[in-house]
Nanobody, 121 residues
């Protein structure tokens, strides 16, 4: 029904930058929110940043001031600019979208396949 395709993960040195992208496609009536989560080995998946329709944005405390989430509504794409990366940012980053599927009145959450970000010290 809805597909999320992420890109931009890579291996980078501490202090470096990466930009992740996530494009949504499929039977989309509306997107209520898009965001990024991450999961490091042995840890639970955690919220990194989310942008909600209407302009509200939330960040995890650990990334405030370093990461910036933005979106292009026309392209149904969300970006995550990550600066001043630290080894503890190493994780698989997942894109998530809260979508009202075309032809239904139900909001569903969809996930991308994940993209690996590795920050070396």
């Amino acid at each position: 029904q809805v597909q999320l395709v992420e890109s931009g993960g890579d291996l980078v040195q501490a202090g470096g930058s990466l930009r992740l992208s996530c494009a949504a496609s499929g039977r989309i009536f509306s997107i209520n929110a898009m965001g990024w989560y991450r999961q490091a080995p042995g840890k639970l998946r955690e919220l990194v940043a989310v942008t909600i329709s209407g302009g509200r944005i939330n960040y995890a405390d650990s990334v405030k001031g370093r990461f910036t989430i933005s979106s292009d509504n026309a392209k149904k794409t969300v970006y995550l600019q990550m600066n001043s990366l630290k080894p503890e940012d190493t994780a698989v980053y997942y894109c998530s979208a809260d979508v009202v599927v075309a032809g239904s009145l139900i909001k569903q959450t969809f996930w991308g396949q994940g993209t690996q970000v590795t920050v070396s010290s």
